[in-house]
């Protein structure tokens, strides 16, 4: 069993940046990936940017440079700084951790980015 859990949500002003963080812990050993989703409003879930392995990343094409994905996956904690937020990226965010089997979702950070 895996337990994952998010944190640094809130409400941002345009322009201004977050840093989200996620933590899985219990039966980790088989976590080889760990990515940030988000579901905005009428959205389906989308992949923000993953973690593979130890040192290879993706971004969706959306992040535009805006997002960087760091973490630690000895310690299965990786984090989301958010930068030049808009109201666009208004969504709950969500981490998921990945083993060849099953994957694992937190509960969810609530972003909200408005003046």
């Known amino acids: 069993q895996v337990q994952v859990v998010e944190s640094g949500g809130g409400l941002v002003q345009p322009g201004g940046s977050l840093r989200l963080s996620c933590a899985a812990s219990?039966?980790?050993?088989?976590?080889?990936?760990m990515a940030w989703f988000r579901q905005g409003p009428g959205n389906k879930r989308e992949l923000v940017a993953q973690?593979?392995?130890?040192?290879?990343?993706d971004y969706a094409d959306f992040v535009k440079g805006r997002f960087t994905i760091s973490g630690d996956m000895d310690k299965k904690e990786v984090f989301l700084q958010m930068n030049s937020l808009s109201p666009e990226d208004t969504a709950v965010y969500y981490c998921?951790?990945?083993?060849?089997?099953?994957?694992?979702w937190g509960q969810g950070t609530q972003v909200t980015v408005s003046s």
């Open positions: 998921k951790a990945i083993t060849r089997g099953p994957s694992f």
């Open positions: 219990g039966s980790t050993s088989g976590i080889y990936a």
């Open positions: 973690i593979i392995g130890e040192r290879i990343i």
